[in-house]
């Protein structure tokens, strides 16, 4: 945003190539080259609230192995969908009383809300109804070992009887026996 610049001038720079529009009323500067921080800050400001989740918020803690090239972000406001330079944001509905569970990451002054390890696997979980066995939870390709270890079971516990959702805690219980069903 650029405060005190009125729609003219911001126009204007625009044509110029001076900065980009992102979403009304969101603009950036356009020699810079985009950082995947950057990326995920703007997914942040696009809908608010929001954090970053899902697969977006499983490859940032190293729970898959591979790269997740769109940002999906969880929001109390509606589901949403739309591009902004090579990235795809996605933005799934939740109930105001399940929007908890994230931490503030910051970087050149920039914060990012993105989802903790205990409730990156619980939002998965919830969005996805169809985890109910360990072939399920393994076509997620996740880590067992590198979900078990940063893992804090209490923390984890504690989040499922926030979410007070039968449902989900029994994907929740699945889902740690297959993370404690292998050895270490």
Do not use: C
């Not at 900065?19 to 969101?26: D, G």
């Not at 997740?68 to 090579?86: A, E, K, L, P």
């Not at 360990?134 to 504690?158: I, V, W, Y």
């Amino acid at each position: 945003m650029f405060p005190g610049s009125d729609g003219p001038q911001l126009h204007y720079w625009q044509q110029k190539g001076y900065v980009e529009r992102l979403r009304k009323p969101w603009y950036r500067l356009t020699p810079q080259p985009w950082s995947q921080f950057e990326r995920r800050a703007v997914a942040n400001r696009m809908i608010s609230p929001s954090y970053i989740s899902l697969g977006s918020a499983l490859s940032y803690h190293g729970l898959i192995p591979e790269g997740v090239f769109h940002i999906t972000s969880i929001t109390t406001t509606h589901t949403r969908v739309f591009d902004i330079g090579r990235t795809r944001y996605f933005y799934r509905n939740v109930k105001p009383a399940l929007y908890f569970g994230y931490d503030i990451i910051e970087q050149e002054a920039i914060a990012v809300r993105m989802a903790d390890v205990e409730k990156t696997p619980l939002d998965v979980l919830y969005y996805d109804p169809k985890l109910n066995n360990a072939t399920d939870l393994q076509a997620l390709r996740s880590d067992r070992t590198g979900l078990r270890d940063p893992l804090h079971m209490e923390r984890f516990q504690n989040y499922l009887i926030l979410a007070n959702n039968k449902a989900l805690s029994q994907r929740a219980e699945r889902l740690t026996t297959w993370i404690h069903d292998q050895p270490r």
